[in-house]
């Protein structure tokens, strides 16, 4: 009887997940290119809401028109995220979040080129490039700065499971994950199916 409480005690609990996963889909990248690589920002879409996006990761691919599921991390959050088993992983990552706010925010042609980069480069190293290593050592800067915010930005990487697609920042003050149970509901499930157990034990309804 005791075993039987236990077993569907752990079970409630372990079934309990820790986020749910959201549907992204790879909407469209603009016309600007170095030659080799579309250029962000890029449109995404995250559970039907439309988000402009910076792909920090060179690694791994994602094409206009394919549609995953994505863990959607905010910056408290990156445990485990792409790239987490890097040193200093946050700090690189407010790195990215800095660079992206200065992409978001400019027309230049050239600039994004450079900022683009110089965040590709960030977990991915590449070679020496003098206007992207220039952003890159004033973000690295700014990273290490306690009062720079990036609250408000998102690191969105496939869900485990998926095929590795890209990883992509965004800056959305606004985002709402999808609805996740509250640890209390699953306590109390779990305190509901043992109570209940041992109650119908004490009547014999359990051989």
């Known amino acids: 009887m005791r075993k039987l409480c236990f077993i569907l005690t752990a079970a409630a609990l372990l079934c309990a997940p820790a986020t749910k996963a959201s549907i992204v889909t790879f909407d469209s990248v603009t016309p ?28 791994h691919e994602a094409d206009p028109g394919q549609r995953w599921m994505a863990n959607v991390f905010s910056m408290g959050q990156l445990g485990a995220a792409y790239y987490s088993e890097q040193p200093d992983y946050v700090n690189k990552y407010r790195t990215v979040a800095w660079l992206a706010g200065q992409l978001l925010n400019t027309t230049a042609d050239q600039t994004r080129i450079d900022l683009q980069h110089a965040i590709w480069s960030v977990f991915n190293p590449r070679p020496p490039e003098p206007p992207a290593d220039n952003w890159t050592a004033q973000a690295v800067a700014a990273a ?47 305190l509901g199916l043992t109570t209940l157990a041992y109650w119908k034990g004490r009547r014999n309804w359990f051989i």
């Not at 690589?37 to 449109?43: A, H, L, N």
């Not at 408000?152 to 999808?178: C, H, K, L, M, T």
């Open 144 to 190: 290490q700065d306690p009062g720079l915010d990036v609250s408000s930005y998102r690191v969105v990487n496939a869900a485990a499971g998926e095929p590795q697609r890209q990883g992509f920042i965004i800056d959305s003050a606004g985002y709402e994950p999808p609805d996740t149970p509250e640890p209390g509901t699953w306590i109390t499930m779990a």
């Open 32 to 59: 600007l290119n170095d030659g080799a690589f579309f250029i962000g920002p890029y449109s995404i879409g995250i559970d039907g809401l439309h988000y402009d996006a910076v792909c920090y990761d060179s690694a």
